[in-house]
């Protein structure tokens, strides 16, 4: 017999114990809305084409009303009358050890929670949130995948998901500002590191100096030109990142939210700018309030608004010509269609590349690259990761584009391993990295 991981092993341990607190953090993060969602599926089938998922797979399990059932089918035996009276007549079925099992199956191992199946859903069923009161259920009972966790735990323990020291931190900001000053000609280029009042906070993706550090020096070279009073953090508050979103605990999210809060208080900074990141944004603009239970004393932005803005009031220039090569555009979930940044890195990039190509469909009605909801970290599920990409990979191809540009690093880790996968034969890119190559950068 097999081994079991450490997942299986503590599906196997679980007591009633665990099972009865798992179903009482699903009801807790049930509104009347959410409830109302698990009666309401009239099983017209117009989410399964609708998702990345069982587009490339059509298995009954990869469907999100099945997925979805699943769930309704345990609310319905523990807290409907009908349920507990008859629970054959309306589908009700006991949440045990093999219920578990399956809602593991469903809500971490076939869905990415990128909201595409409730945009087309006929009557509204906002399926993320149901499969996210899910997600929180197992997280109590200890059903989160191990690597996914890590991650969490990392930021919670280290401050940022990759456990980068302060050292190598601040190390790699100092060595990628020598590169500034080098590819600018200014010798006095800078990359601020806690920069008392400045009016900015930028934040990146641990990635970035991890592995994508010219991703970095390209945001650094368009605050440069546009002369932007900006600051980096050298302690905790640096790392835009949150899987606090994914593992759904909302306690722990909000504490790696509050790194973000508290590095903001530390310099005195007026506006916190999220980087490329379609997760990072939406936890920390859209999420981190409601984690917190207050609001924020100042402003949030994603950096595709600050170029936006600097382009808008004339603060930088762009010569397209210097990026000829046919650009597409890759739409993160979590930034379009949940988080409503749509346009603006558009209007970006219609200024920056000479030929510029939107996939089909687009914006709020694009499919998710696959690597969302936490699945880059979830290393038992990546056969499925890569199979469900294709149907981004199909869009790359016919976009007939050989640059596709992802305003999200996790999103271009996905991008990258499609491209290689399926022999797209593209570059990835950032849209910070095509501003930076079209900058007219004064004499």
């Not at 009042?197 to 070279?221: Q, W």
């Not at 699945?375 to 469900?388: C, G």
């Amino acid at each position: 017999m097999p081994e079991l991981d450490e997942l299986e092993t503590r599906l196997v341990g679980l007591t009633e114990t665990d099972i009865q607190r798992g179903l009482e953090v699903f009801r807790s993060k049930l509104k009347a809305a959410e409830a109302s969602y698990l009666n309401s599926c009239v099983h017209c089938g117009l989410c399964a084409d609708s998702c990345h998922y069982h587009r490339m797979d059509s298995t009954l399990e990869n469907i999100p009303a099945h997925k979805l059932e699943l769930i309704s089918s345990v609310f319905k035996r523990n807290f409907t009358a009908m349920g507990r009276i008859a629970p054959g007549l309306v589908g009700a079925k006991p949440f045990n050890r093999e219920m578990a099992k399956a809602w593991v199956d469903a809500v971490f191992g076939r869905c990415s929670l990128c909201g595409r199946c409730s945009v087309n859903c006929t009557i509204g069923i906002a399926l993320p949130r149901i499969f996210r009161a899910a997600r929180a259920a197992l997280g109590t009972m200890g059903l989160v995948p191990t690597d996914l966790q890590a991650t969490v735990d990392n930021s919670l323990k280290h401050g940022n998901n990759m456990a980068v020291t302060k050292d190598d931190w601040v190390e790699t900001v100092q060595w990628i500002e020598e590169e500034l000053q080098t590819e600018t000609g200014d010798p006095g280029a800078k990359i601020p590191l806690d920069k008392q009042g400045a009016k900015v906070l930028f934040t990146v993706n641990p990635r970035e100096p991890k592995f994508f550090p010219l991703s970095l020096l390209a945001s650094a070279k368009v605050f440069w030109a546009a002369r932007e009073d900006w600051t980096l953090a050298s302690d905790n508050g640096w790392d835009l990142t949150n899987y606090g979103l994914f593992n759904c605990n909302d306690e722990q999210a909000g504490a790696i939210t509050q790194n973000l809060v508290d590095a903001m208080e530390r310099l005195g900074c007026q506006t916190l700018v999220i980087g490329e990141c379609g997760h990072g944004y939406g936890a920390a603009r859209w999420e981190g309030p409601e984690w917190l239970r207050k609001s924020y004393p100042f402003e949030v932005k994603s950096i595709l608004e600050l170029m936006d803005e600097y382009l808008r009031a004339g603060r930088i220039r762009l010569d397209s010509s210097k990026n000829p090569i046919p650009v597409t555009l890759h739409d993160p979930c979590n930034l379009v269609r949940h988080g409503g940044i749509c346009e603006a890195q558009r209007r970006v990039l219609r200024q920056a590349v000479d030929s510029f190509i939107e996939m089909t469909p687009n914006r709020e009605h694009n499919f998710c690259c696959g690597g969302g909801g936490g699945q880059l970290a979830m290393a038992r599920y990546k056969q499925r990761r890569i199979r469900s990409g294709g149907m981004k990979a199909k869009q790359i191809r016919e976009s007939g584009a050989k640059i596709v540009v992802a305003p999200c690093h996790n999103c271009i880790d996905q991008l990258m391993e499609l491209n290689k996968e399926y022999k797209l034969n593209v570059q990835i890119k950032t849209v910070a990295e095509m501003v930076a190559d079209a900058l007219v950068l004064d004499a």
